[in-house]
């Protein structure tokens, strides 16, 4: 069964520092999403790509995060530099073009961040 | 703006007990619900969903949820619980078309023995 990937599972990382995760999607999902989760909370969408196109990005803290999936396949999600609050799980989702009515949505195993 | 309400942050359990999770929503319409489940170390699977038509609608691993209009609730359910349900569960919602989602913060379920 097809999987969303992602990488690393865990990182530890030192505030100021750069850190960076990988996502690949589900072969043919044209849809992908970042999601933070805070431990404790409820996961909340940093951005939105179609193909390799933002079309929602009203989330993500741009003075520190960055996004960008150059070929409409991986994605990478990018902070620098990482702050103590950064510490949660990041999530990848993807689905099929055509949005949510026909279109599940299908969870990575998320990678967890840990600032010191 | 919308928004997913889940009054439960913890709820214990008896292994085979009767199960029901609370789940409610803000939206200017009606919106594309669903539930999702969390095991620790995991991401998230999702159990059902409700679009429109029938109110009662069933998942897997024997879950289902009821969409009321008038409570704007759906309450996830299970009528004998097992250890293996033992995990954080979302509610979320979307407005539609290709929209993340909004979840609610979670209800962390506990099964005793």
């Known amino acids: 069964e097809a999987e969303v990937a992602q990488s690393p599972r865990y990182k530890i990382t030192e505030k100021s520092q750069a850190v960076a995760f990988w996502c690949d999607p589900i072969?043919?999902?044209?849809?992908l999403y970042w999601y933070r989760q805070i431990l404790g909370q409820g996961p909340e969408l940093l951005v939105q790509?179609?193909?390799?196109?933002?079309?929602?990005d009203s989330q993500l803290p741009k003075d520190r995060f960055s996004a960008e999936r150059l070929k409409g396949v991986d994605s990478t999600l990018k902070i620098q530099p990482a702050e103590l609050g950064d510490s949660a799980m990041y999530l990848c989702a993807s689905s099929r073009r055509g949005g949510v009515v026909n279109n599940e949505q299908f969870f990575g195993p998320g990678t967890r961040l840990t600032v010191l | 703006a919308q928004s997913v309400t889940q009054p439960d942050i913890h709820i214990t359990v008896s292994e085979g007990a009767s199960l029901e999770l609370r789940c409610n929503y803000s939206?200017?319409?009606?919106?594309?619900l669903f539930w999702y489940v969390q095991s620790p170390g995991q991401g998230l699977q999702l159990l059902l969903k409700y679009f429109s038509g029938d109110t009662l609608v069933q998942g897997i691993k024997g879950f289902e949820a009821e969409f009321k209009r008038s409570q704007s609730s759906f309450n996830l359910r299970k009528p004998s619980v097992h250890w293996s349900d033992a995990a954080e569960y979302f509610c979320?919602?979307?407005?539609?078309?290709?929209?993340?989602?909004?979840f609610g913060k979670g209800t962390h379920l506990i099964i005793q023995p």
């Open positions: 072969s043919g999902h044209a849809t």
């Open positions: 790509f179609q193909d390799e196109s933002v079309v929602d």
């Open positions: 939206y200017g319409a009606t919106p594309y």
């Open positions: 979320s919602l979307s407005g539609g078309g290709a929209d993340g989602l909004t």
